[in-house]
């Protein structure tokens, strides 16, 4: 017979998530020995069979659970609930197991022991069934209400914007293929800071200024087919709402160092690639930037502008909260 040490390692891993996976590695283990148990059974193969089909039944119903969102918050809430239903599974397959052989059958006195203990079995597994059902209606319950909360941030969003929504959209279809329109930034109007700092490649270098005493990120242009109309836009929104959250603000365009640049709103942390090369992200923070990403993608799409490079390096991190 297999060993459980995994099972019981999942109690003592440190990190939620890690908990999470070796918990579903376990099940997933627990099904396939059943399974093998049932194809090499010498006996009580219909038996066999229906304890095969309990096994997976619980694992494909622990997989739903485990597969929703933040599952590592539920696993530590719920733990012991988690642990009983995989030791019920244990059971399962350790008389499975005895069943499926003649030696092993032996050592119960009668078939109706068999019997009682094939019911005791069953019951445990309905009960831990009841409490997983339990689980899954809570798990749903808080996944609506982030649905229903997406939804409220979704139309607040919207009814902010108003109707400068269209004043975007005709400013971006007259100035679409118009560069002159874009806002310009003299040199003499970008000042160097105290401390000084540059990102990025030697081919691509980002340089960090002052202007109008705010820091400031000045980033070779990488002109598109997109590039003017997209900016222009950027702009507008700029000189209709001001600082718009999860959205980096765009000054405008200016000449540093040799480079035609773009004047960005500076991000303390650079990308979300060199955040988390740095530093270690918890979970609730790792949602705090998911959400603030996708409220930025929201807001861009608004005004049909599209990211078409969306990746950690392409993602600037201007504050960490809590």
Not at 5 to 34: G, I, T
Not at 101 to 130: A, C, P, W
Not at 259 to 272: K, N, P
Request: positive net charge.
């Amino acid at each position: 017979m297999p060993n459980d040490s995994n099972a019981n390692d999942a109690s003592n891993v440190s990190n939620p998530n890690d908990a999470v996976v070796l918990f579903s590695n376990v099940l997933k283990v627990l099904v396939r020995d059943v399974h093998q148990i049932y194809v090499n059974a010498e006996c009580n193969k219909e038996l066999c069979s229906i304890m095969v089909d309990k096994i997976v039944d619980g694992e494909s119903t622990m997989r739903k659970i485990l597969g929703k969102n933040n599952s590592e918050n539920y696993f530590q809430e719920y733990f012991l609930r988690f642990k009983r239903f995989e030791n019920v599974l244990i059971n399962i397959r350790d008389f499975t197991n005895k069943v499926s052989t003649l030696e092993g059958f032996k050592k119960f006195f009668n078939t109706k022991e068999v019997q009682n203990n094939r019911n005791e079995l069953i019951k445990d597994f309905e009960i831990s069934m009841e409490h997983l059902k339990f689980i899954m209606d809570v798990v749903n319950k808080l996944q609506n209400e982030k649905v229903d909360e997406s939804l409220r941030d979704a139309e607040e969003s919207l009814k902010a914007l108003g109707n400068k929504h269209d004043l975007v959209a005709q400013s971006a279809n007259i100035a679409k293929n118009s560069y002159n329109v874009l806002p310009k930034i003299g040199q003499n109007e970008l000042s160097e800071p105290k401390i000084q700092d540059s990102r990025g490649s030697t081919h691509f270098p980002i340089f960090k200024k002052i202007y109008k005493y705010s820091e400031v990120a000045c980033k070779p242009t990488k002109k598109s087919r997109y590039f003017n109309e997209e900016l222009v836009i950027l702009g507008k929104l700029g000189q209709l709402f001001g600082k718009l959250p999860n959205i980096l603000q765009f000054y405008g365009l200016s000449y540093v160092d040799n480079y035609d640049v773009m004047v960005f709103e500076w991000a303390e942390y650079g990308t979300l690639k060199e955040l988390y090369n740095k530093y270690h992200i918890t979970w609730t923070r790792k949602i705090q930037i998911i959400r603030g990403i996708c409220r930025g993608f929201v807001y861009l799409r608004t005004f049909k502008i599209f990211h078409h490079d969306v990746r950690c390096k392409n993602i600037f991190v201007s504050m960490i909260y809590g």
